[in-house]
């Protein structure tokens, strides 16, 4: 059974960072794509991220490129999701996936964490 626990979200000001991070148990780095994804408050769902283990492959999307950045421990299981420079568009429950594919091509996303709020004061 795959698991995912997000956690690391909070208030923040702007401009400040935090450090988000799925903990994923069920699932191999090896062969398993890790997306973050954000809802907003409009209800629009965002794709953020995606790390893959099996073609090193990984990416973040163009509005957080230069702030955003992801990594993975394998040791842990774990995925993170370094903001910084944070801002009020920023604010959304932030989700972690696993799925099939890779990052650099098709991916599909099949389990889903229960997402962190990440909230950005002005």
């Known amino acids: 059974e795959v698991q995912l626990v997000e956690s690391g979200g909070g208030l923040v000001q702007a401009g400040g960072s935090l450090r988000l991070s799925c903990a994923a148990s069920?699932?191999?780095?090896?062969?398993?794509?890790i997306g973050w994804f954000r809802r907003t408050p409009a209800d629009l769902r965002e794709t953020v991220s995606c790390i893959s283990g099996s073609d090193g492959s990984s990416y973040v999307v163009d509005a957080v490129k230069g702030r955003f950045t992801v990594s993975s421990d394998y040791a842990k299981n774990t995925v993170y999701l370094h903001m910084t420079d944070l801002k009020p568009e920023d604010t959304a429950r932030y989700y972690c996936a696993a799925g099939v594919g890779v990052c650099s091509g098709y991916q599909k996303w099949n389990d889903w964490g229960q997402g962190t709020q990440v909230t950005v004061s002005s």
């Open positions: 069920g699932v191999s780095f090896d062969e398993t794509p």
